[in-house]
């Protein structure tokens, strides 16, 4: 049996839109403007397991929300198919809706001035359930997302945090099998970011909702999912565990070294190590693992300095991705 | 069918309850429109009392006509205030919120606001009626016909904003156009309906069909013109479903956008 939630199959969407021309006069860039085509996504394909927690990573205008807008029928795709939960988010897009979530960290879908409790209730007939139904999926959620301190205060008066917990519950009540979270720990503080994450992980493993998420926040791929797609300039440029994404596009090796008295001078490195940090106290020594490997430099940073203590460590995952967007220019 | 009709009235409520939260700015504006209205309706008698009868037109008809206009406009725009506001969920792309809901889409965004200044419209279209059918002394046929234009009534208008408003998709600010086009339906809709004749009331019955709303009701219930009733019925229906036609082609152009937004 298929257990595949999510089919994507030679995705792509374009926009067109008018752009000035400098060359032409205003009347005719009124009139008779230039188009201009952008391919925001361009022959994507991957498929997700039911149950899979999934990041879907690009920098700004990398075609990330544009995919998730088509994978919840927002967007029509220009060409290519998609399949989530067997139907087609062109074609059934109201049939989907009743077994997907979404949420939008800039966009709120809640009531802003009624009571918490007044939305959840709004979606649960939103979803057809019954009057008791409603009741008993409510209570379920207050206790899961500890709502219980403001489900009676109205929306508007919320803070970010518990917002943000609301929106998250809000888009559980009907209980869906996937839910799509575009940026969902934007403008949180670090507490409110690993509350959300560790209910994230918790529906994930109670209710085996397959989570599908896009963020710039490292924190998030990194606690919350096990697989990471990397799209830029709307196509596809890894996808692999995210474990395995560190590791792989690690370049380089960082090495402090505490001397054992001070350092005096910083005498120039052999090729392949460079210094990141020159303080009496302490260097930090950058190793590019393809021109020297990580012993060899051990070796050599030992006969050049009389040191105390060494640290060696890996490049964060924050920077691996920052170097995979950079290596990846735009196309012209 | 009864799904959607349970999520509509309940939408409709939490939208009641939303505004009357907000209770001083939910007052003023149901009374300020009473207001307005009433204004509205003693300039245009004392117009007919100067000018005399213009076409069988008596102020009576003038506030028949009003009736008719303000109830329907009431209506639509108090319970179902979404529509108006659709080029601005379609420019700051809140209408994805709505494509994510599992209720028909135009019901979804009908109910997705209130107008509490409609409520002052309804208040005043309905004391208009019955203060017409009492001034023309309106037997029970003619109450009976009342009743049922204001549901044609209604309907036009609501066909007429969903198609003006299904404008939105097609480029981004589209409120200058909208409203230019809902003036241009609704003002011939409360003018004096003996101004309409020849040409002008070939356009604004069959091209722009203002008259629908208003002048013709009146008109129907006053001769008891079951031609004229049979007219408005099947235009009212016509433009319904070229509304649902205009409306959906709009969402295939959707184009969403990343505009922060708020509010359910």
């Known amino acids: 049996m298929n257990n595949d939630s999510i089919i994507v199959s030679s995705l792509s969407k374009r926009f067109s839109f008018p752009v000035k021309n400098q060359s032409a006069g205003w009347v005719k860039n009124l009139f008779v403007p230039e188009i201009k085509e952008i391919k925001a996504v361009d022959n994507i394909s991957f498929s997700v397991k039911s149950g899979e927690r999934v990041a879907f990573i690009g920098p700004n205008g990398a075609g990330k929300s544009t995919t998730i807008k088509m994978l919840t029928g927002i967007l029509f795709p220009t060409a290519g198919s998609i399949s989530v939960l067997g139907l087609d988010p062109a074609k059934d897009r109201k049939k989907l809706a009743y077994k997907i979530g979404t949420v939008f960290g800039q966009r709120s879908q809640l009531l802003p001035n009624l009571p918490l409790t007044d939305s959840l209730e709004f979606f649960g007939v939103m979803y057809d359930l019954s009057d008791k139904q409603i009741k008993i999926r409510i209570a379920e959620l207050v206790e899961l997302f500890n709502l219980g301190s403001f489900i009676n205060q109205p929306v508007r008066k919320l803070s970010l945090g518990q917002r943000m917990r609301a929106e998250v519950a809000s888009s559980l009540i009907h209980k869906p099998e996937i839910i799509f979270l575009d940026e969902p720990t934007i403008g949180l503080d670090v507490v409110a970011k690993k509350s959300l994450r560790d209910l994230l992980l918790k529906i994930n493993n109670e209710e085996g909702t397959t989570i599908f998420l896009t963020s710039h926040d490292v924190g998030d791929i990194e606690s919350l999912c096990s697989r990471t797609i990397v799209i830029n300039h709307g196509t596809l440029v890894k996808d692999l565990p995210t474990q395995e994404l560190a590791r792989s596009f690690i370049r380089e090796k960082y090495v402090d070294v505490t001397p054992e008295k001070t350092f005096d001078s910083f005498p120039e490195l052999p090729s392949g190590l460079r210094y990141a940090v020159k303080e009496k106290n302490k260097i930090t020594v950058v190793v590019d693992i393809e021109k020297i490997t990580t012993q060899e430099a051990l070796r050599k940073l030992l006969n050049v300095f009389e040191v105390d203590d060494i640290d060696v460590y890996n490049t964060s995952l924050e920077a691996v991705i920052r170097n995979m967007y950079e290596s990846n220019p735009p196309r012209s | ?264």
């Open chain 2, 1 to 264: 069918m009864m799904k959607e009709l349970r999520f509509a009235l309940y939408a409709t409520k939490k939208n009641i309850q939303g505004s009357a939260e907000l209770r001083t700015s939910f007052l003023t504006n149901i009374a300020g429109m009473a207001i307005n209205n009433t204004a509205f309706i003693i300039i245009w008698v004392f117009f007919v009392k100067s000018v005399g009868v213009v076409n069988g037109w008596t102020s009576a008809d003038i506030i028949g006509l009003l009736g008719f206009g303000t109830l329907s406009f009431g209506v639509v725009f108090s319970a179902a205030a979404g529509i108006r506001k659709l080029a601005d969920y379609v420019a700051n792309g809140r209408f994805d919120h709505f494509m994510l809901s599992p209720k028909n889409l135009l019901v979804r965004i009908a109910t997705s606001s209130f107008n509490a200044s409609g409520v002052g419209d309804i208040i005043f279209g309905i004391a208009c009626l019955t203060t017409y059918a009492l001034l023309i002394h309106a037997s029970i046929y003619q109450v009976l016909l009342i009743v049922l234009l204001i549901a044609i009534s209604t309907i036009m208008f609501l066909s007429i904003a969903v198609a003006i408003y299904s404008v939105s998709f097609l480029f981004t600010d589209a409120n200058p156009v909208t409203s230019g086009l809902f003036e241009l339906f609704f003002t011939p809709s409360i003018f004096h309906g003996g101004a309409f004749h020849g040409v002008t009331r070939v356009i604004f019955t069959f091209i722009v069909p203002s008259l629908v709303v208003g002048a013709l009701p009146v008109e129907i219930v006053r001769n008891i013109s079951l031609e004229k009733l049979l007219l408005v019925s099947v235009l009212s229906f016509v433009w319904f479903f070229v509304s649902l036609k205009l409306f959906s082609m709009g969402v295939k152009k959707y184009e969403s956008s990343n505009f922060m937004t708020f509010g359910g």
